[in-house]
């Protein structure tokens, strides 16, 4: 059986084809447009497939029960609810990342954290959007997504199998990625489980699997490709982890984006196509060495 593929703008994705890697900006911008550009120009020049946000209408996405949550942040104490509307970005600053990501030559999407930002962002005619972990049990939000016809990339974290195959059956019929991820930050070796990839890639067979992950470091990411194949890997991107705020920790900088986008290259060129031959570099050793 020919392995499973998606296609997101122009770039095939799948077992066939070179690792898809995203690099999710998310909210590490805290509400600066000039942040989040000078993100998405480091995680280009590194050679990412993507780049990432989030986007919300806080007054929707909020839970009722967090909004009036005081929270210390770097313009003082602010409830939950206006610290998430000090940091979201709106019309005028997706209009400027846009236009950059096109300038660069770069993709870009989003993970919807609500219906109406489902409908915000069809109006920069996304590539595919991104269902965050806190919503695959959410069927009206899933149903609006499927409705878009884009592909769809679902992230798994704190959830079930049951709730995984439940949002799988309500997206049938939309080009579909699965990635596996555990939703702590930064997430605790013990708890990465990467043989996850693995259970997924055998109960949905016909679907792209992928890897979302939130740890220090690379080397689960690349191991994640390497050993389990994960088709996608999406992985936190900042210009420094000790910057305000919660992803910051299980972010990458410069250094690691380079890194890791280097590795997972050189482990699809040390894999091959699994033909064996004899290479013109091993025919002076042979010639010395073989006695017969």
Same mark, same amino acid.
Do not use: C
């Given at each position: 059986m020919r392995a499973p593929s998606i296609t997101i703008g122009k770039r095939k994705i799948g077992a066939d084809y070179p690792t898809f890697l995203i690099a999710e900006v998310g909210i590490n911008h805290n509400g600066d447009v000039k942040?989040?550009?000078?993100?998405?120009?480091?995680?280009?020049?590194?050679?990412?497939?993507?780049?990432?946000?989030?986007?919300?209408?806080?007054?929707?996405?909020?839970? /009722?029960?967090?909004?009036?949550?005081?929270?210390?942040?770097?313009?003082?104490?602010?409830?939950?609810?206006?610290?998430?509307?000090?940091?979201e970005f709106w019309d005028k600053e997706f209009k400027e990342i846009d236009k950059y990501c096109?300038?660069?030559?770069?993709?870009?999407?989003?993970?919807?954290?609500?219906?109406e930002s489902v409908d915000f962002l069809e109006k920069y005619n996304v590539p595919a959007h991104k269902v965050p972990s806190a919503l695959l049990t959410h069927e009206s939000y899933l149903r609006r997504i499927k409705k878009t016809g884009k592909p769809v990339i679902l992230s798994t974290g704190m959830s079930t199998e049951a709730e995984i195959k439940r949002a799988v059956s309500i997206l049938k019929g939309v080009p579909l990625a699965i990635l596996h991820c555990t939703s702590t930050y930064p997430c605790a070796m013990e708890e990465l489980n990467l043989h996850y990839i693995a259970t997924l890639k055998k109960?949905?067979?016909? =679907?792209?699997?992928?890897?979302?992950?939130?740890? =220090?470091?690379?080397?689960?990411?690349?191991?994640?490709?390497?050993?389990?194949?994960?088709?996608?890997?999406? *992985?936190?991107? =900042?210009?420094?982890? =000790?910057?305000?705020?919660?992803?910051?920790?299980?972010?990458?900088?410069?250094?690691?984006? /380079?890194?890791?986008? *280097?590795?997972? *290259?050189?482990?699809?060129?040390?894999?091959?196509?699994?033909?064996?031959?004899?290479?013109?570099? /091993?025919?002076?050793?042979?010639?010395?060495?073989?006695?017969?």
């Open positions: 942040i989040a550009k000078q993100i998405i120009k480091l995680a280009h020049e590194a050679g990412f497939d993507a780049v990432k946000f989030q986007k919300r209408n806080p007054d929707v996405s909020v839970p /009722e029960h967090q909004k009036p949550i005081p929270r210390e942040t770097p313009w003082g104490v602010l409830s939950y609810l206006d610290y998430k509307k000090k940091i096109k300038k660069l030559g770069i993709m870009w999407f989003a993970s919807p954290w609500d219906e109960k949905f067979p016909r =679907t792209v699997i992928g890897y979302s992950g939130h740890e =220090t470091g690379i080397s689960p990411s690349v191991v994640a490709v390497a050993a389990y194949g994960a088709d996608i890997v999406e *992985r936190h991107v =900042t210009l420094n982890r =000790t910057s305000w705020g919660t992803d910051q920790a299980a972010s990458l900088e410069k250094h690691g984006m /380079e890194t890791l986008v *280097r590795d997972v *290259r050189n482990v699809q060129r040390m894999k091959g196509d699994g033909k064996k031959r004899v290479y013109k570099s /091993e025919l002076p050793v042979k010639k010395k060495l073989r006695k017969v």
